[in-house]
C-alpha cells in the first residue's frame, strides 16, 4: 500500500487563521485578546486531503490539535480489524489533550473525512499556556470530564443495551442536544453503525422498525422526526 500524501502546511506569514482557529475552541476562547493572540502565535495550521491521518495509534502524542475547518473522525481498530468510531470532531473540536499531562503515544486513529485545515500546538507550549492562564485548565477538565462520561456511557450501552436501545438514546439524545424533535444526524449510517457497535444494515432496519411504529418519520437520509420521544425512551 502506498502511504498517504503528508499534510500541507498553510501560509499564512500573518497568522491570521491560527488566530481564528484558536478563538473557536471551547478552552481558548473565553481568554483576552492578548492572550488568543499569544496562542495564535505558538501554534500551526495544515491543509489535510479527504483520507489522510492526522495522527495513528502508536504515534507519539506530542501536541493538541484543533479542527479549524472540515471533519475528522477518531476512531480504534479491534484486534480483528474492526473500527470502533469514539467521535466525529467537528470545526472548534480538539484532541491530543492527554499529552498535556504526561509523554504518551496515541491509542486511536484521526483520519480527515474531506479535506480539513488543523491547527497544532505543542505539549511544551500548551503546558506554558496552562500557567499562564490558569482559567483554560478548568475549561479543559470540564471538558474531559464530559467525553469521560460520553464514553463511559457509549461503553455500557454496547456492553448491556439491545442494539434497538443504543439507537433509541442516541437519537433522544440528538434531541436534547438540538432542543428539537427534528434532528439531523451529523454522521453516515455507516459511522454511526460503528459508533453503536453495529452494523449499517442493522441501523436502516431498526429506524424502518422505529417509522414502521409510528414513533419517528425519516424526512431524509439524515434528517428525522421524533414523534413519541417517550415511546423511544422505554425501549429496552
Known amino acids: 500500500m502506498n502511504p498517504k500524501p503528508q499534510a500541507q502546511p498553510d501560509d499564512d506569514p500573518a497568522g491570521h487563521i491560527p488566530a481564528l482557529c484558536v478563538s473557536r475552541v471551547p478552552i481558548f476562547n473565553h481568554l483576552p485578546a492578548e492572550a488568543l493572540a499569544i496562542i495564535a502565535d505558538k501554534s500551526s495550521m495544515s491543509t489535510y486531503d479527504r483520507g489522510q491521518f492526522v495522527h495513528r495509534a502508536g504515534d507519539p502524542s506530542d501536541k493538541l490539535f484543533i479542527v479549524h475547518q472540515g471533519k475528522v473522525k477518531v476512531y480504534r481498530l479491534s484486534d480483528g480489524g474492526k473500527e470502533q468510531l469514539v467521535r466525529i470532531l467537528n470545526p472548534g473540536d480538539f484532541a ?12 486511536s486513529y484521526a483520519e480527515t473525512m474531506q479535506v480539513s485545515k488543523i491547527c497544532t500546538i505543542y505539549r511544551a507550549d500548551v503546558r506554558a499556556l496552562l500557567l499562564q492562564y490558569p482559567d483554560i485548565s478548568l475549561h479543559m477538565l470540564a471538558e474531559l470530564s464530559r467525553r469521560l462520561g460520553t464514553s463511559e456511557k457509549q461503553t455500557a450501552a454496547i456492553a448491556t443495551a439491545s442494539i434497538n436501545a443504543r439507537l433509541a438514546q442516541y437519537l433522544g439524545h440528538l434531541s436534547q442536544q438540538e432542543g428539537s424533535c427534528t434532528i439531523t444526524l451529523p454522521m453516515s449510517r455507516r459511522h454511526l453503525a460503528s459508533f453503536l457497535g453495529t452494523t449499517p444494515e442493522t441501523v436502516s432496519r431498526r429506524l424502518g422498525e422505529f417509522e414502521e411504529a409510528g414513533w419517528i418519520t425519516q424526512t431524509r ?13 422505554l425501549i429496552e
Open 96 to 107: 491530543g489533550e492527554l499529552a498535556l499531562f504526561s509523554a504518551t503515544s496515541h491509542d
Open 221 to 233: 437520509q439524515r434528517k428525522i422526526e421524533i414523534l413519541d420521544i417517550d415511546a423511544l425512551s
